[in-house]
């Protein structure tokens, strides 16, 4: 049984999804993994480190692929990425398939098995697996250390012979993993923090980590959070009451990190440019949704802008400014996942379709894309498969 691991190519994307110590309990269960070189040079993981593991470090990703019964990666990988992959192989990575449902389908006709570990249902068995947790808590850790970096004052109240020094205010919008995690960080680094959210349930966590609790608790906001744990849209005419309520808190703020994201949508816009004018000069704002659009009105993806004096940060793939810390947790991730297809006593690929965790995860199957979720246009008439 062979693991392949590819080096990204995404622009910007510096993770990588094995490291040394997956490497070697990989080869626990049976498995010899083959390593594109230069795959973690990233996330400061030199190929040496991980031939020592004992995986083969080739010089190609199709000699990484050939044979290859799973394929390891961060983001989706390109078709051309994939050519000569294995039929039946598991392309396993994160593959954000909404609005790439083609790229998604072009995986499928490969003959791969594309899995989408983003789809991993939040159930107790798969915690350990849970890579949008993994990766959001260390970029709520990521987004405030951006934003002492970028505010030009001290973040704790400090009182010196010559006077005090004021605390910082921080509001974090959005206390899911990754507005938990910024609460938290900035409690620590001695911050005023309050935060807000459209789940209930974040009113207690965000009071537990110290921080004050600002939202409209209407009727809509106590239905406001899926079986599954996500934040549901909200309605138009709640978004304008929290935005009311949240206006006048913005004014009063040194730092604002924004985290709402809501999967297979746009992020939603929290901050307009009228709130950023009410803000003070050198007052900050990080938004960590910027890859999806951005919950800042003026947020450019992918760059710093400073508007009236107000810094905007909108970095891509935060986590990937962690990449040595992101890579160990993901490929974690990725190790507690790939255990559950194994058969230990086998030591062989012993896939159990039924399972849960596979059916949730599984997109494209038998050159087919089967994932529910997933909606892909019918080929024309002609056109080859």
């Not at 000569?84 to 995986?107: K, Q, S, T």
């Not at 940060?313 to 990937?320: E, F, K, M, Q, S």
Request: overall charge neutral; glycine content about 10%; some cysteine.
């Amino acid at each position: 049984m062979k693991i392949a691991v590819l080096r990204e190519r995404a622009e910007g994307e510096t993770r990588v999804a094995a490291t040394p110590e997956t490497v070697t309990k990989f080869a626990t269960l049976g498995a010899s993994v083959s390593i594109e070189a230069g795959a973690g040079e990233g996330a400061r993981i030199p190929d040496a480190a991980f031939a020592a593991a004992g995986a083969t470090i080739v010089p190609s990703a199709a000699e990484a692929l050939a044979g290859a019964a799973i394929v390891l990666g961060v983001r989706r990988p390109r078709l051309a990425e994939l050519a000569g992959v294995a039929p039946g192989a598991l392309v396993i990575g994160i593959m954000d398939p909404y609005g790439n449902e083609a790229d998604v389908a072009a995986i499928g006709r490969s003959g791969a098995v594309a899995v989408a570990m983003e789809f991993m249902p939040r159930i107790t068995r798969a915690q350990v697996m849970d890579v949008l947790s993994s990766q959001a808590n260390l970029a709520g850790y990521q987004a405030v250390i951006d934003a002492a970096a970028a505010f030009d004052r001290a973040m704790p109240m400090m009182m010196t012979a010559a006077g005090t020094v004021r605390p910082a205010k921080v509001f974090v919008m959005g206390a899911g993993v990754a507005g938990l995690q910024a609460i938290a960080t900035a409690k620590r680094l001695g911050a005023v923090v309050s935060a807000n959210d459209v789940r209930p349930a974040a009113k207690e966590q965000v009071e537990s980590l110290g921080g004050k609790f600002i939202a409209v608790e209407d009727e809509e906001f106590k239905q406001a959070e899926t079986a599954g744990g996500y934040a549901k849209q909200m309605s138009a005419a709640y978004q304008q009451k929290q935005a009311e309520l949240t206006a006048a808190h913005i004014a009063k703020q040194d730092i604002v990190i924004t985290t709402a994201l809501i999967p297979g949508r746009p992020a939603p816009r929290l901050i307009t440019r009228a709130m950023v004018e009410s803000m003070q000069p050198g007052s900050v704002i990080i938004d960590l949704a910027a890859e999806r659009g951005g919950n800042c009105e003026l947020t450019v993806p992918g760059s710093v802008v400073e508007v009236g004096g107000v810094t905007i940060v909108g970095h891509r793939n935060v986590p990937g400014r962690l990449a040595t810390s992101a890579s160990q947790l993901y490929a974690r991730n990725l190790l507690a996942f790939v255990e559950t297809l194994i058969d230990k006593k086998a030591k062989a690929l012993a896939i159990n379709w039924d399972d849960e965790l596979v059916k949730a995860t599984v997109l494209t199957r038998d050159g087919l894309v089967v994932h529910p979720n997933i909606k892909v246009d019918p080929a024309p008439a002609g056109t080859a498969a």
